[in-house]
């Protein structure tokens, strides 16, 4: 008996079936939708995690009390990152599984993958859907610590120099500021950096560098506005809680 013979009678003893065409289209077609959702979420993970940066002030993170390494590793959004890593690692493993792509290597169709994810992200930051994400999660999901409380955290020290809040009356050389605590502080400046594009009106939010002069004096050597462009003003977005 040769070995045709042998696999026939094999088949005709063990009842086996060929497997529908349909099973193989419908399996392709899985791993399709498997992989344009991962590098859906993985763009949205990497389209915050450009805001996260950009509302993150790198510039002044060696005026704080601990080293420069510390305060980038708290400020980090640990979150998205691993969101973009599994979801990076889900679409390449889908890729892999299409039918004819064994045509391409391995760094390819990681490659490939990366770099869809970098470009929707980069376009869902620059049209402001990493904001409106950012700010949804900040607001329905409780456990989620959003990046406006990260940096509530930093900003909410006067004693260590750093003070935030929302002006309640502008005077020359003088501020007077509710914190988001609820404490109002008079805040003293003259001749400092204040970027030209913030204007020190009532109802604008705005953070400070300095030190405490009294218990509600504060002497400010820096000015500069709550939000970056593109982000939320803390007085008009407050996080609601259960």
Known sequence: ???????????????????????????????WCLFVISILIGSMAFSIILYSIQQTDFVLISHFSHSSWENILVLLPYFWLILLLVFSILAFFSFKNFKKAYKYSLVSILALSVFLSILLGTLSFISGIASFLENKFAYQVEIYN???????????????????????????DTLLIKDFSGKEWQIIYHE????????LENGISIK???KIQSDNIFIAEQIR?????GGQDRSKNKKKKK
């Open 225 to 229: 506005p709550w939000k970056a462009f």
């Open 1 to 31: 008996m040769n070995n045709f013979d042998k696999i026939l009678e094999k088949i005709e003893h063990q009842q086996i079936e060929p497997t529908p065409k349909w099973y193989f289209q419908f399996k392709n077609w899985g791993f």
């Open 208 to 210: 400070v560098m300095g």
């Open 192 to 199: 400092i950096f204040i970027p030209p594009i913030l204007e």
């Open 146 to 172: 959003s990046i406006e409380e990260k940096k509530l955290q930093h900003w909410m020290q006067p004693k260590a120099g750093f003070l935030a809040g929302e002006i309640i009356d502008s005077k020359i």
